[in-house]
């Protein structure tokens, strides 16, 4: 019982800190609601509706910083993360398509990565980032061997060899940098040769 007792007395040192830090909170949460692409109904919003009901929210947080100076560091911070990307906050708004936040890119990486851990077994996934660069995009882990031959039916044999070309650019571009980094006296030979081999008609 006494356990229980002291519970309270336990809490309340905390109390006062619990509330700033939920204050703090509902400010981050109500600035992201304010991003939200469509209203409450549904309706996709403005670029100028959305700029300025931030404006308002930044101007009554200003005020809020006047009556809470202990809380002024943590609304100077606040602001000066909104005002330092203001020119790129708004324009999934006025562009058709156009993500209002990278949510989505950042866990399409994620999967990619995750999938090709269950596949190889290693920890790293860089070298295979690096050798398909923007081509690992288009693997689809779900996709059954049938729907991907019918995907690639799709595609035209010119943009099929103008994507393999840019493909075995990235891959000699890579196979350059092993040589360079493994055997750095070969690549170096390799090199003065070609070098010789290009100037010696010019002699």
Known sequence: MSALLNIPVIRWPYAAPYVQLKRQSGWVIE??????PCDKHGRPRTA??????VRQFLERLEQEATERPDEAKVIANILKAVRNRWWGLFICY????????NNDLETFFK?????QRRITGRKS?????LRYGPFAAFIDYAESFDDLLARLRQVKP????QARQALRKIQLRLKKLYRFR??????????ETRWEQAILPSR
């Open 31 to 36: 600035l992201a609601r304010l991003f939200e």
């Open 48 to 53: 100028r509706q959305v700029k300025r009901e």
């Open 94 to 101: 006025r562009v058709s398509n156009v993500p209002s936040s």
């Open 111 to 115: 999967d990619i990565k995750h999938h």
């Open 125 to 129: 996934v860089h070298e295979f980032i």
């Open 158 to 161: 010119a943009d099929f060899k």
């Open 182 to 191: 493994h055997h750095p006296d070969e690549y170096y030979r390799d090199l």
